[in-house]
């Protein structure tokens, strides 16, 4: 009986493969195996291997990058949750406590940090100010220099809105606070249900590129079509399918996150979080989701690959002599700053990097055309995080959601391709300290999911 539902999984498996030359479909025989069959040897669309990718990531990048996203540039994002949702009104508000976001007193956060100004160096910052000021007063005034005009222009100008992935959050808004990302993590909070469903089935349902038609499997009001949807997507265009990839691999991340912290013990006296092998096995195992959870778990990489290369692309921004993590602790500052430094140099010199060259190429127009579709279809994904009624699950998918936006900005931008390498960094490519926030956060995540996955590989050895 298993060998035959392995065997299943495994030809539902090799149609995935879209011309990857892939071998070694074995039956999928132990409890291991049947989440991780399509998680070995090499990736499609990427020259590399998961052995490759866990080795580098569990072991120089992961303690690394859990240092930075400790200090208090990192820790601290500003979100604001209270947006209404755009296209329903019927949220129900988690009421649990573990759904709940504390946000921090306005004296906890650096005053570094919640000052306006995008800051670089001191005398970008009496720049700014001259600047914010100018603005204030209306325009850009004739009385200031020349130099003041351009900068104008430079430094208030980090929104051009043509390069945005993501619908930027209204920080400045009233409702808009400072949460500590450390105080919040993202864990099992109990949510779940037709509510979350919900929002998996919008995002899945409505924004992939998918025509009505199409279901998706594993979507409760539609079952038992897995062979139309994935022959569907087989025969979409690499960018359409690349978006679903991502979109699941998304998916795949935050499921390994709530498994691994699992509410394993709910008393007054204490509350212990850890891995729940049965939650992973039922989210992952071949059989228990008709080879969906395999698939997502490859996805997985896929997500991390584009964001790893986004990372390694955007390096000449950071390298900026004048460009600072700044929250107003000159040597901490100064330390942090070569440790992201450290980190992203580890990252280029990763060898086996996704090629995004193969995007949006070909016919100029008709690529225009379909990276603002991409672009559009994204940010309607960031938008329908405002409808997740679980506020600490709204508060990482709006952040992992603007990550992965933050790195598609990178990955798309002519800018930063127009200014490589040779001329230097370009300073008119712009990333907020919203967006490098969420950028690193969002990887630190899949980071982790990464790291993860060789615990639950572990823990899935002793059962069968
Ligand atoms: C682990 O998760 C399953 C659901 O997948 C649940 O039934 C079980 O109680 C959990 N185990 C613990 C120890 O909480
Ligand atoms: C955005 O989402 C809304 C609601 O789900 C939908 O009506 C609209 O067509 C979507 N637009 C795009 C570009 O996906």
């Known amino acids: 009986m298993g060998r035959r539902w392995g065997l299943l999984v495994g030809v539902l498996g090799a149609v995935w493969l879209l011309g990857s030359g892939q071998g070694g479909r074995q039956p999928a025989e132990t409890a291991a195996q049947r989440c991780f069959c399509q998680v070995s040897g090499y990736l499609d669309d990427c020259t590399c291997d998961v052995e490759t990718v866990d080795r580098f990531n569990n072991y120089r990048l992961f303690p690394r990058l859990q240092n930075l996203l400790e200090s208090d540039y990192f820790r601290y994002y500003k979100v604001n949750l209270k947006r209404p949702c755009p296209f329903w009104n019927d949220i129900s508000q988690c009421g649990r406590r573990d759904c709940a976001v504390k946000p921090c007193q306005s004296d906890e956060v650096p005053d570094g940090i919640k000052s306006v100004s995008y800051k670089y160096s001191e005398e970008a910052n009496s720049l700014i100010e001259e600047c914010e000021q100018a603005e204030r007063l209306g325009a850009v005034d004739e009385s200031l220099s020349e130099e003041t005009q351009k900068a104008v222009l430079q430094w208030t100008k980090h929104d051009d809105s043509s390069d945005n992935f993501c619908e930027v959050d209204d920080i400045q808004s009233p409702d808009a606070e400072y949460v500590d990302l450390l105080l919040n993590p993202e864990r099992y909070t109990g949510y779940k249900g037709p509510d979350a469903w919900k929002i998996w089935n919008v995002i899945y349902e409505e924004n992939c590129f998918k025509p009505q038609t199409i279901k998706r499997p594993l979507n409760p009001l539609a079952s038992g079509q897995e062979n139309t949807f994935y022959s ?19 998916h795949a991340s935050i499921n390994v996150h709530l498994s691994a912290r699992y509410l394993l013990q709910d008393t007054w006296l204490e509350k212990k979080w850890g891995h729940n092998v049965t939650e992973f096995q039922q989210r992952f195992d071949g059989i228990l989701t008709k080879g969906e959870g395999p698939r997502r778990l490859k996805n997985l990489y896929f997500l991390y690959l584009i964001e ?15 460009f600072q993590l700044f929250t107003g602790n000159k040597i901490q500052d100064a330390e942090n700053k070569m440790l992201l430094l450290e980190i992203l140099h580890e990252i280029k010199s990763f060898p086996l990097h996704f090629d995004e060259n193969s995007f949006f190429a070909g016919d100029k127009k008709e690529a225009n055309k379909l990276k603002e579709d991409f672009r559009l279809h994204f940010r309607n994904i960031s938008r329908i995080m405002d409808c997740v009624g679980c506020l600490k699950c709204r508060l ?20 930063l391709i127009a200014n490589m390498p040779e001329s230097g960094p370009s300073y008119e490519f712009h990333l907020t300290r919203q967006e490098i926030v969420s950028l690193f956060n969002a990887f630190g995540r899949i980071s982790t999911s990464v790291k993860e996955l060789e615990n639950f590989r572990k823990l899935l050895q002793n059962i069968h």
Do not use: H, M, N
């Open 308 to 322: 790893l290369r986004a990372l390694s692309k955007v390096v000449p921004f950071f390298e900026r002599p004048d």
């Open 232 to 250: 569907w997507l087989e025969g979409l265009c690499v960018e359409k399918r690349a978006f679903y990839r991502l979109i699941s691999g998304l």
């Open 396 to 415: 990482w998918g709006k952040l992992q959601t603007q990550g992965l936006g933050t790195a598609l900005k990178i990955l798309f931008s002519e800018k």
